[in-house]
């Protein structure tokens, strides 16, 4: 069972920056990818970022490619998300997500993918 608490949202202008952090719990934190998905108001849960579980493969939704950068620190189970150069249209609720054992390589970007998840920080942008 891996337990995620995120950290980090609040209330920023646009082209402001903020930096999401994700505590995870369990030993083997090591052994999961992990990803950030986002969910504004009558909207969808969408993929944002993504990382291996060692860290050496990432991947991000193409409205943050070159914004965001998804990072992870596994000595202290935990995972980053640097947003910056924000917009009004990154305003939602932002979770980390954590999915079964497998493969170290595997970054996934479908929601169903993961299996764990935080209970979300609020992000929003004003114009």
């Known amino acids: 069972q891996v337990q995620l608490v995120e950290s980090g949202g609040g209330l920023v202008q646009a082209g402001g920056s903020l930096r999401l952090s994700c505590a995870a719990s369990g030993r083997t934190f090591g052994n999961y990818a992990m990803g950030w998905f986002r969910q504004a108001p009558g909207k969808e849960r969408e993929f944002v970022a993504t990382i291996s579980s060692i860290g050496m493969i990432t991947d991000y939704a193409d409205s943050v490619k070159a914004r965001f950068t998804i990072s992870r620190d596994n000595a202290e189970n935990t995972i980053s998300l640097q947003m910056n150069s924000l917009k009004p249209e990154d305003t939602a609720a932002y979770y980390c997500?954590?999915?079964?054992?497998?493969?170290?390589?595997?970054?996934?970007?479908?929601?169903?993918?993961?299996?764990?998840w935080g209970q979300g920080t609020q992000v929003t942008v004003s114009s």
């Open positions: 997500a954590a999915t079964r054992p497998g493969s170290a390589f595997a970054t996934p970007t479908r929601a169903n993918e993961y299996h764990y």
